[in-house]
């Protein structure tokens, strides 16, 4: 089943303005979050993580929220670029115990298309 | 570094033939991973090999897939007899320290099975 799920397949957005990503994750155990970006003919690659102790963490034009109540996490884009145009990847690992080795689950991904 | 190295980057072949897709990770990384991606499932992980030794074949969908590791620089993933289904891209991705360090992935194989 999926633990973690991007409802929007989808999102467009003119140059300049934010972008937002939602993620919401059904397991409680993860404590670990993580984005991924991926351009066409190309492998995932890391964006921006948050441990579960903190709600916020900046990285430049990126910043990703966590709401662990909600089981919730959203990642803003501002301002948006076409060079942003790509597929972004939601993931999250669990507490590392002895039966969890931190498996990375992954969202379906959201397609977005930044226009001039 | 030349980063996580994947061939052959397109492979199309017929029902009931074998295929080996190959993976070199990043050097000096002691984890590899298998994912496959498709519209339906998304991104999942098939293998997770630790210091060379499997630690999580959960994701492997069934006998016909199988995964090798037989040395630090090299890993198989082997689909023995294809089927339509297994269409799909297939990555390999590698980390310097283990299953919570960043994960860097190859540029994949796209697999058609006719």
């Known amino acids: 089943d999926q633990q973690v799920k991007q409802n929007s397949p989808s999102l467009s957005v003119q140059e300049g303005r934010i972008s937002i990503l939602n993620c919401d994750y059904t397991n409680s155990m993860f404590d670990y979050f993580l984005w991924y970006k991926k351009y066409p003919a190309e492998g995932p690659t890391f964006l921006i993580s948050?441990?579960?102790?903190?709600d916020k963490n900046e990285d430049g034009r990126f910043t990703v929220f966590l709401n662990k109540s909600a089981k919730h996490l959203s990642l803003h884009i501002v301002p948006s670029q076409p060079g942003d145009s790509a597929v972004y990847f939601c993931a999250a690992s669990p507490v590392i115990t002895t039966d969890s080795w931190g498996k990375l689950q992954f969202g379906a991904g959201t397609q977005v298309v930044v226009t001039p | 570094d030349a980063g996580v190295i994947q061939s052959p980057r397109h492979e199309v072949t017929e029902m009931g033939q074998e295929v080996t897709l190959r993976c070199k990770p990043i050097s000096g990384h002691n984890s590899l991973f298998w994912y496959r991606q498709t519209m339906m499932r998304g991104l999942e992980l098939l293998i997770y090999f630790n210091n060379n030794v499997p630690i999580d074949d959960s994701g492997m969908p069934e006998d016909r897939f199988s995964a090798k590791m037989p040395n630090a620089s090299f890993s198989t993933l082997k689909i023995q007899p294809s089927e339509p289904r297994d269409s799909a891209v297939y990555f390999c991705?590698?980390?310097?320290?283990?299953?919570?360090?960043?994960?860097?992935f190859g540029p994949g194989t796209r697999l058609t099975v006719l």
């Open positions: 948050i441990s579960s102790i903190k």
């Open positions: 991705a590698s980390s310097l320290a283990g299953a919570t360090d960043t994960q860097y």
